[in-house]
């Protein structure tokens, strides 16, 4: 039930959606019965990925698991807010794990925490995935401004100033104009309003460069 309510919700917040992308309206007469979101680009593809894998219903589970290697994930019931960064961008046919593990066995002087390289492990943590990013993607200013923050940008928290925290912007927007953010804080991979609700500490994008 639960899902089916993210589900709906979704749904519902199409109406406010606007980004780069082509939006759509299917009308009955004078009413609008939808609104289609088309992505134009890869990070309005991310946007739709990420959403796709809202589940309120995976249980926040931090343990050191044992996993495949490539396209290796934890039980698809749990996850952290890494989980979220590395589920969406496999939507997109980029793996993560791989992507991170190679970088950090050729650039070890990148990664000072890292002192025996972990598969299982490396990718899932916030502090690893941000100089991945930094290194590999964009690296956007922070700022309060609502508009700064487009579909498919990778947010980075510090909750109290010291915990880690990690989630993907999308398309959808609050009446506010304000986007909506999935990420796993505690209680499922969930779609919220909460973009500044923590203090921002780094805004990334990230697209694979074709070799």
């Known amino acids: 039930m639960k899902k089916l309510f993210s589900t709906l919700l979704s749904l519902l917040l199409l109406g406010n959606c606007t980004s780069k992308g082509q939006e759509t309206l ?3 007469g004078n009413a609008i019965t939808a609104v289609i979101f088309t992505p134009l680009n890869f990070y309005d593809s991310l946007s739709i990925a990420t959403l796709s894998i809202v589940n309120t219903n995976i249980i926040y589970t931090p343990d050191w698991v044992n996993i495949d290697y490539p396209m290796g994930d934890v039980p698809a019931m749990t996850g952290v807010c890494s989980d979220v960064i590395i589920r969406a961008y496999r939507k997109m046919g980029i793996d993560l794990q791989k992507e991170l ?4 066995l050729k650039y070890t002087n990148r990664y000072p925490n890292i002192t025996n390289p972990d598969h299982n492990i490396d990718h899932r943590r916030v502090p690893n995935l941000s100089t991945f990013f930094t290194e590999n ?18 947010v980075y928290w510090k909750l109290g100033g010291r915990t880690d925290h990690i989630g993907i912007v999308t398309h959808l927007k609050n ?4 986007p909506l953010v999935v990420h796993n804080i505690c209680c499922g ?9 923590y203090p921002i500490y780094k805004h990334f994008r990230y697209k694979k460069t074709l070799q």
Request: glycine content about 8%; hydrophobic content about 30%; charged content about 40%.
């Open 26 to 28: 299917n009308k009955e």
């Open 101 to 104: 593990q190679e970088d950090i």
């Open 137 to 154: 993607g964009e690296v956007l200013e922070v700022t309060d401004i609502a508009g700064d923050y487009k579909a498919g940008d990778i």
């Open 175 to 178: 009446k506010n104009r304000t």
């Open 189 to 197: 991979q969930n779609l919220e309003d909460c973009l500044f609700d």
